[in-house]
């Protein structure tokens, strides 16, 4: 689609924002005015265009500033361009280059949208309340305010809000006054430092909070409504606190602003976003409730926080140009997420789990073809929040990042950030910025290495085929059709070999070369690289199936092994069955995240039973016997002190033995199910959601009204989660057509949360189809409540993700493709067909294999 926007920075810079707006909230409205100074640039012209969004405006004067003082120009008109989201101020003389200043009154809606200035509902013992909030990435802040609303335009910022009075005000900077008028309250707010219009934010409404002070004296608040324990903030400040420490240590650069606060918001639609100086979550990626939030609940709440806390760097203080370089922005904040955490919780691993969730998630996404690379061009705003592609600008990003920081190594590497943050700090800058600065503290040309892995889709499989001391090594594009891969795609891949002797890297097709003896070489070993290895020969199999038996390899390597066994065998490399077999070598394993990849590889072997029912008892079969031995090791109970991969996996193992309705697990869960009723505690936290789902999947006699009740009565989003993945697990379609009923009523569903319930009901064989068939008779009301929203184009890819068969795969084509026009759902659509004609054509090929395979295991 040919559809692109002017932009807008190339005719008017704003430099400094005062705004002042009036928040109504019993009307649901809001009125302000905005003055922006700024400079005229480019050729003259008889306009001036800034952004807005669904305002009405009311007023503008454009006042000239030169020589001669300031000079009112005479406006023609006022035109509101809805349709491309501007007002333009027409002069009627010529505008020349210079400095101005535009006065603009305004007038808005706030709607439940998520986006914009927006409302929050909560309950606070019976009473219901409401918080005021904005969301503005990534184009957003123009429906709060006319503005230059693109990342180059930084400016400073005034902000000035009128509330109602008695409640909390929060904006990115410390509040500069405050005074009461009768009813209202109006507080202004000191002046941000020059940024973006996406990072501006502020909340208004009743919150309680938590403080501390970092050592270098940066002022941290954790806040919440008044339905929270005051105890769930406790958790989160600690990590704010150590966040802010570790990165002002780690990049060298303290913390720009005097304050963070961080806000747990009960209507949020992304999981956080990083505004300068007031960082908003949704409660769940925040709020930790001592004794009920379980250990992967609280990695993923340190995660998050780190997150958005290096974005204060990555992002706030230093900001891509444009949204084409976002990787930038979220590729770094994923890698950095991980690298805080580690550093705050060494005991964690996290490190692994970046390789099992991050590493797994890229590498799946990135073999699809139409995939995008991480570096994509964005020509219309609609385009904009498609690119936040968890698995390619978040996962695969990140990985890439990774990947570099090995290869040039830790010191190099943050030397580099270092000196890029003291170079731009406040600027705006694109991916050669960042080369230039690794480069100068690596002495590797860094760009010629990276720029190939950003801007070129996919990734390599690496064969290597060894004949004693002679070796070949060859790359070539994977993907999961390999009859749509690009023969002449090549990466510089760098080797991470076993083997003294061999080059760093290579960029050709093909190398040959000899080693010292005749070991078998290994590569990419710790899964450092965004690829896959092939070992082509028998032998080179056989001694790799060795080490993994004998546990000889770490356990990214076991599991890289796994995934890129598994990655093959779908594409055709290897019959699938070969992989069934590798996956009955790791019944001795006792790490969590190789059991993450084994869990992905049952998954996988699960989309065969639509094609032949009669394998799911062999399946279930193979599960109990994989998980015994650490069922038996890790039985239901946390040991104190046991580690945190422990804690995570038993309940990976309890959660495949329920899917495998092991007995001894099935009648223990029902137990525990009766005793949470009245003792909650007795339920570990992070197998809650086992026990109400077997509860479910049982068909325990009031086990739906009870977890409905709970589910709408509970303000604790963890334990909604919970109870949501529960009661999604049913086998009853009419049980199913219950919850999908709930889900146009926001007071029982939040809008945030809706998509999850539709995506469970999905994955679930049994209701599938009355998921699907409500999805379709629904998707107006989809449409109209979530296409602003940063989920709505996940819709198709989740869709897709189900479809097992060629009777779904029409399905889904007779539904999806009409609506392949639409800017947001293009990708999703295109490579969601893409993904289901690989799928079905290996599983078509793979069945009789697969079949053999169990039928031989359950004869033997
Ligand atoms: N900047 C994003 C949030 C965002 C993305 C807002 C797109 C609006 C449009 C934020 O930093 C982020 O990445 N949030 C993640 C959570 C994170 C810890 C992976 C999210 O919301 O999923
Ligand atoms: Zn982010």
């Known amino acids: 689609m040919g559809k692109s926007v002017t932009r807008l920075y190339s005719q008017f810079q704003p430099e400094r924002y005062e705004l002042a707006l009036t928040l109504d909230k019993a009307h649901m409205t809001f009125g302000g005015t905005v003055t922006i100074r700024g400079r005229k640039v480019g050729r003259p012209s008889q306009r001036i265009t800034l952004h807005q969004n669904g305002l009405k405006i009311t ?3 454009v006042i000239k500033h030169d020589k001669k003082g300031e000079q009112e120009l005479p406006l023609a008109r006022i035109n509101n361009h809805d349709s491309l989201q501007e007002v333009r101020l027409h002069a009627s003389q010529m505008v020349y280059p210079g400095m101005y200043t535009l006065t603009v009154a305004f007038e808005g809606k706030i709607t439940d949208s998520m986006t914009g200035i927006y409302p929050c509902y909560f309950k606070d013992g019976p009473a219901d309340k409401t918080l005021l909030m904005t969301q503005f990435e990534s184009h957003y802040a123009r429906q709060a305010f006319p503005c230059i609303d693109e990342p180059e335009a930084k400016a400073t910022f005034d902000l000035t809000l009128t509330t109602e009075a008695g409640i909390t005000v929060l904006a990115n900077t410390p509040v500069k006054t405050q005074q009461k008028h009768g009813d209202r309250l109006r507080t202004t707010f000191e002046t941000t430092p020059k940024m973006s219009s996406y ?23 954790v806040w919440a409504t008044a339905a929270q324990p005051a105890q769930a903030l406790e958790f989160p400040l600690e990590i704010a ?10 990049f060298g650069v303290p913390y720009p602003l005097a304050k963070v606060d961080h806000v747990a918001c009960p209507d949020f639609s992304a999981g956080a976003m990083e505004n300068w100086g007031l960082i908003t979550y949704r409660e769940r990626a925040l709020l930790a409730y001592p004794g009920q939030t379980g250990q992967s609940s609280l990695e993923l709440i340190a995660t998050v926080i780190a997150h958005e806390t290096s974005h204060q760097w990555f992002g706030d203080l230093v900001t891509m140009k444009w949204w084409n370089d976002l990787w930038l922005n979220e590729s770094f904040a994923n890698m950095m997420e991980y690298q805080a955490v580690d550093a ?12 099992a969730q991050e590493g797994l998630g890229a590498l799946r996404r990135d073999a699809t073809p139409g995939v995008q690379s991480v570096k994509t061009e964005v020509r219309h705003p609609d385009e904009i929040n498609t690119l936040f592609d968890p698995s390619i600008v978040y996962a695969k990003g990140g990985r890439l990042l990774y990947m570099l920081k090995n290869y040039i190594g830790e010191d190099a590497f943050r030397k580099g950030l270092s000196s890029y943050f003291q170079k731009h700090r406040c600027g705006n800058t694109e991916g050669a910025d960042l080369w230039a600065a690794l480069s100068a503290a690596s002495g590797k040309d860094v760009g010629a290495f990276m720029d190939p892995w950003l801007e070129q889709s996919g990734f390599p499989v690496v064969s290597i085929t060894q004949a004693g001391r002679e070796l070949t090594i060859a790359q070539e594009h994977f993907l999961d059709n390999p009859a749509k891969a690009d023969p002449d795609r090549r990466w510089p891949v760098p080797l991470f070999a076993t083997a003294p002797g061999l080059p760093d890297s290579f960029d050709s097709s093909e190398i040959a070369l000899s080693v010292p003896n005749d070991d078998i070489v290994l590569l990419d070993t710790h899964a450092r690289g965004h690829y896959i290895v092939r070992y082509t020969s028998d032998k080179q199999k056989q001694a790799v199936a060795d080490k993994i038996r004998t546990q000889k390899l770490g356990e990214a390597d076991r599991l890289m092994l796994l995934n890129g066994g598994s990655m093959l065998a779908r594409a055709g490399y290897e019959p699938y069955s070969n992989i069934l077999a590798m996956l009955s070598a790791y019944r001795d394993e006792a790490s969590e995240p190789v059991w993450d990849m084994m869990s992905l590889v049952i998954g996988e072997t699960r989309r065969f039973i639509d094609l032949d029912e009669s394998l799911e008892d062999m399946i279930k079969q193979l599960i109990r016997t994989l998980i015994a031995k650490q069922h038996k090791r890790l039985s239901w109970q946390e040991q104190t002190g046991e580690s945190s991969a422990d804690q995570k996996l038993r309940a990976t193992i309890i959660g ?64 909604k989660g919970d ?60 449409e109209q409540t979530y296409h602003d929203d940063k989920s709505y184009d996940m819709l198709p890819r989740y869709a897709a993700s189900i479809v097992n068969t060629a009777a779904w795969a029409k399905r889904y084509r007779e539904f999806f493709e009409p609506k392949a026009g639409q800017l947001v759902l293009q990708r999703n659509i295109a490579m969601g067909l893409e993904e289901i004609t690989a799928r079905v054509a290996w599983l078509t090929r793979d069945l009789t294999g697969v079949q053999k395979f169990f039928n031989t295991l359950s004869g033997s």
């Open 344 to 355: 705050l919780h060494p005991e964690w691993h996290v490190w692994d789990s970046f390789i």
């Open 241 to 250: 606190k150590r966040s802010i420490e570790y990165f002002e240590d780690y």
């Open 723 to 782: 109870i949501c993945g529960a009661l999604t697990a049913t086998h009853l379609p009419e049980e199913a057509e219950k919850l999908l009923g709930r889900l146009q009523d926001a007071k029982l569903v939040k809008p945030q949360d809706a998509d999850r319930w539709l995506v469970y009901l999905l994955r679930n064989r049994y209701a599938c189809d009355t998921a699907w068939q409500w999805m379709t008779a629904n998707w107006a009301w989809i």
């Open 59 to 61: 007023s503008a004067t």
């Open 656 to 719: 495949l033995g329920a899917y495998a309705e092991e007995p001894a697990i099935v009648s223990r869960a029902l137990e525990l199910f009766e005793s949470y009723k009245s003792k909650p505690d007795t339920v570990p936290a992070e197998l809650r959601g086992i026990v109400f789902a077997v509860a479910v999947k049982q068909h325990t006699p009031g086990a739906l009204t009870y977890l409905l009740q709970l589910h709408d009565s509970t303000n604790n989003s963890e334990l």
């Open 199 to 221: 990072l501006l934010a502020f909340v208004a409404g009743e919150l309680q909070s938590k403080s501390a002070t970092t050592t270098s004296g940066v002022a941290v608040n």
